[in-house]
């Protein structure tokens, strides 16, 4: 069954300083996400991306965080200026179209970042 | 304002004891109901998608329904690996974004 990948697993960074996330989307899909899930908290949307260009994003979406679809296979989230309270788990997903008929959206395993 | 509430927050059961979990919604138009299984540290993992009130899924021992302010996911005779926590999320119409439940946690012991 296809999967959605990210790397790292876990990343630790000290506060202030950039890090980017990967995750290498089902070959064939069209529409990206990030999500993120505070310890303990609800999964929340950050944004959504379709056709190289961002097509929604949250509040928590500010100009900290940028994505970006460098080549063909591959989905980033950059934070630009990581703050402690970025410590989540962040998890990419994709879908086959808008709205999805099969299977939903397929979530990665997800990225663990600790901000110390 | 689309809201999710998800009941109970935790739910222990004997293995084989059916039982069913609730997820309240508030959309303006509902364009897709999902549930997802989370075990700890892992991404969600896609059980079903409903899409209109009376819509009913099945897969293995679990059943999904939607009305049109609620769904239920019934699990019937579960066992220890069916442990873990259960998501809803709802999308509006008019979005992309899913709107996430804080979940209910399931045990289920031999």
């Known amino acids: 069954e296809p999967e959605v990948t990210q790397t790292p697993s876990h990343q630790v960074t000290q506060m202030g300083q950039e890090v980017i996330l990967r995750c290498v989307p089902i070959?064939?899909?069209?529409?990206f996400y990030w999500y993120r899930q505070i310890l303990g908290q609800k999964v929340e949307f950050l944004v959504s991306?379709?056709?190289?260009?961002?097509?929604?994003k949250s509040e928590i979406f500010d100009d900290q965080f940028s994505v970006e679809r460098p080549d063909g296979s591959n989905f980033t989230l950059k934070i630009r200026s990581t703050k402690l309270e970025d410590s989540a788990m962040y998890f990419c997903?994709?879908?086959?179209?808008?709205?999805?008929?099969?299977?939903?959206?397929?979530f990665g395993s997800g990225t663990r970042l600790t901000v110390v | 304002e689309d809201q999710v509430t998800q009941s109970p927050e935790a739910l222990r059961l004997q293995e084989g004891e059916s039982s069913s979990l609730n997820c309240s919604y508030t959309?303006?138009?509902?364009?897709?109901l999902f549930w997802y299984r989370q075990d700890p540290g892992k991404g969600p993992e896609f059980l079903f998608t409903?899409?209109?009130a009376g819509e009913e899924k099945e897969k293995e021992r679990l059943k999904a329904t939607l009305t049109k302010k609620e769904s239920f996911l019934h699990i019937t005779a579960p066992k220890p690996e069916d442990s873990a926590t259960y998501l809803c999320?709802?999308?509006?119409?008019?979005?992309?974004?899913?709107?996430f439940g804080t979940g209910t946690r399931l045990q289920v012991f031999p």
């Open positions: 409903l899409y209109s």
């Open positions: 997903a994709s879908t086959e179209g808008e709205v999805p008929r099969n299977y939903g959206y397929t």
């Open positions: 999320a709802v999308q509006d119409h008019n979005t992309d974004k899913l709107i």
């Open positions: 991306f379709y056709n190289n260009e961002i097509s929604e």
């Open positions: 959309v303006s138009g509902l364009r897709g």
């Open positions: 070959s064939n899909h069209l529409y």
